[in-house]
């Protein structure tokens, strides 16, 4: 089963505007991490931000924000006031603990943003 | 930046032979990861590792095993290369915290072709 369900294959921004990465999770576990990962076009992968399962408050790391909705077992990215560079491919991932220690972290397809001038 | 190195960076590769990709890393870190990004998959996990010859399958493993003989290196190996493993793959490195908070570092990625 998919453990990360991200629905947007690609989403356009006009620059300086607000924009939205939908993500959503599968998971049992009451324990868990949820990243963001940004690759632009010159290949390397660039954390972003963290949320914690346990976590209250949504995490927040400058234009970065993450809504978490634990109920509905999402995790969106918002990026606020979108610049020309924020043009990547974004990722959400989650980390699990197994059983015996080990933890695992999976990722979603990912969604490609453009942000246009 | 994390000191995390893969090799080869680019490989072309016959039908049929195998080949062994090499993640290394300077930082000491428990967990060590072999995805494969593909265009409309996203990074695939492979396999991966949580310890000195402690690792475990991903979803992606058919084709692929590894090996961890030391902390610091964590190899990939395609036994009988075909053209559906021709991809760019990732290595990945973290640390285990205990409550799943540490980010993951990356490779810059080897790009494999098979032909």
């Known amino acids: 089963a998919q453990k990360i369900t991200q629905t947007q294959p690609g989403m356009f921004v006009q620059e300086k505007e607000a924009v939205t990465l939908d993500c959503t999770y599968d998971?049992?576990?009451?324990?868990?991490?949820l990243f963001w990962y940004k690759q632009p076009s010159s290949g390397e992968m660039i954390f972003l931000i963290y949320q914690g399962s346990y976590d209250e408050q949504n995490a927040t790391e400058g234009r970065y924000s993450l809504n978490f909705q634990k109920a509905r077992k999402s995790a969106n990215l918002v990026i606020s006031a979108s610049q020309l560079g924020d043009s990547a491919m974004y990722f959400c991932?989650?980390?699990?603990?197994?059983?015996?220690?080990?933890?695992?972290?999976?990722f979603g397809k990912g969604t490609k943003l453009t942000v246009n001038p | 930046d994390a000191g995390i190195t893969q090799s080869p960076r680019h490989k072309v590769t016959e039908t049929g032979t195998p080949v062994t990709l090499r993640c290394h890393q300077t930082?000491?870190?428990?967990?060590m990861y072999w995805y494969r990004q593909d265009p409309g998959h996203g990074l695939r996990l492979i396999h991966y590792?949580?310890?000195?010859?402690?690792?475990d399958k991903g979803e992606v493993s058919d084709g692929y095993s590894v090996s961890r003989s030391k902390t610091e290196d964590f190899l990939l190996t395609l036994e009988s290369a075909t053209s559906s493993q021709t991809s760019v793959y990732f290595c990945?490195?973290?640390?285990?915290?205990?409550?799943?908070?540490?980010?993951?570092?990356f490779g810059q990625g080897t790009r494999l072709t098979v032909v």
């Open positions: 991932a989650m980390r699990e603990a197994l059983f015996g220690g080990s933890e695992k972290l999976v």
């Open positions: 590792s949580y310890g000195v010859k402690d690792t």
């Open positions: 930082e000491n870190h428990r967990y």
């Open positions: 990945a490195i973290s640390e285990s915290s205990g409550t799943l908070n540490t980010e993951a570092f």
């Open positions: 998971t049992s576990d009451q324990s868990y991490g």
